[in-house]
Each structure stands twice: as C-alpha cells, then as structure tokens.
C-alpha cells in the first residue's frame, strides 16, 4: 500500500505571498496518477489538480502541481484569502487501491 | 453526476451502520464508486472502491475486515456498511467518483456517530 506523507502539517502565510506544499511517496509512483484537492470547513472535497499536473475545470492558474516518482508539490503562486484552507495529495497509480496523504492546513 | 447521500445516523459500539449513496446524472456502471472517512478533526481516509458493473470491490488494509461496498445498478445506489463500530469510527462518510481525470464528484457527506 503506498504511504503518502504531506508537509508541512501547517503553513501559516498570507495573501500574495507563495505557497508550496510537499507530497511524498513511499514508493515510486507515475505522476500520472497524482491529484490534489483542497478542502474547506464543512465542505466536501475539490479537485483542485489530476494527472500531477492537470488543473481540473475553473480552477485558477495559480494553481499548480509537479513532480515525479516520490516527491510531488503543490504550488499556490499568490494566495488569495479563497485559498486558506486544508489541502491533500491523493494517488491511484496503485490501483485499484487508493491513498491520501494527511493534508496541510494552509492558514492566515 | 450527484451523488446524494443518506442522513446522519447515531449507532452503538459493537452494531453495524449502512450509508447509501443515489447516483444520478451518469450511468452508475461507467465508474466506480470510492468510500472515504473522515473523523472529526481529522484528513481523509480511503476506505474502499466498487465497481457497479461487475460489482467487485477492493478494500483498503485498515477496513478490510469490517466494510462492505455494494452497488445496486437498478437502483443506481452503493451502500457502504462498517461493522464492529467503534468510537474511533465517528466520522463524516463520502462516497465519490474519483475518475482520475476532471470528472470528479462527492456526495454531500454522512455523519455517523458512535456512541453508548
């Protein structure tokens, strides 16, 4: 079972400034199989980025996701107050089987 | 697609809860259906897949023991059920259509509630 670790567990920033979340694997996976969601209180998850790299419909360009095989990243380039909330890597390169990593709260 | 969810349910120690989820906009065999906890203050936890159309399921390692993902095409609803309920399983409960590509869409959440 693949084990995704995220860091930090919090990121205290605030608007316009850059945010970069890590994602790491317990064993190589395809980026091809790597998306991001972002949650917020009381609200289901988004999906925020698929395919490592794709941006899913509507979301901004601010948005984006890179890496490979172990370490992937999720990059907000200038946060908006929008974007303050808990954010999670999610893989299904072993599928069928499915992993999330822990999240990271993104906060002000 | 939707996927709407049953209501919270309140259960004891020990007994079985079943939550259901009515898929609709989208043939439920084209996709499968995933089941995710997550316990209050806490991040998500896949809990399993099935696919409707064959109905073969895959459970995760830590639920493997207790969860059952069924899918009923003439009702276009899954249900997942955990057994052996304990205090640690109190948590909101999403079913989902994660299809690796944009189409990607989460019930509105279950609260279940374990508690003597």
């Known amino acids: 079972e693949v084990v995704l670790t995220q860091s930090p567990g919090t990121l205290s920033l605030s608007p316009g400034e850059r945010a970069s979340l890590s994602c790491r694997a317990s064993?190589?996976?395809?980026?091809?199989?790597v998306a991001w969601y972002q949650q917020t209180p009381g609200q289901s998850p988004r999906l925020l980025i698929y395919?490592?790299?794709t941006r899913a419909t509507g979301i901004p360009d601010r948005f984006t996701g890179s890496g490979s095989a172990t370490d992937f990243t999720l990059t907000i380039s200038s946060l908006e107050p929008e974007d303050f909330a808990v954010y999670y890597c999610?893989?299904?390169?072993?599928?069928?089987?499915?992993?999330f990593g822990q999240g990271t709260k993104v906060e002000l | 697609g939707q996927l709407v969810q049953s209501g919270a349910e309140v259960k004891k120690p020990g007994t079985t809860v079943k939550v259901s989820c009515k898929v609709s906009?989208?043939?439920?065999?084209?996709?499968?259906i995933h089941w995710v906890q997550q316990a209050r203050g806490r991040g998500l936890q896949w809990m399993g897949l099935v696919d409707p159309e064959d109905g073969e399921a895959v459970y995760a390692e830590n639920f493997q023991d207790r969860v059952t993902i069924t899918a009923d095409l003439s009702t276009d609803t899954v249900d997942m059920e955990l057994s052996s309920l304990r205090s640690e399983d109190t948590a909101i409960y999403y079913c989902a259509i994660m299809a690796g590509n944009d189409y990607d869409f989460w019930g509105q959440g279950t609260l279940v509630t374990v508690s003597s």
């Open positions: 906009g989208v043939p439920l065999s084209a996709y499968y």
């Open positions: 999610h893989q299904y390169g072993d599928s069928p089987r499915n992993s």
């Open positions: 064993q190589p996976i395809s980026s091809s199989y």
């Open positions: 395919a490592g790299s």
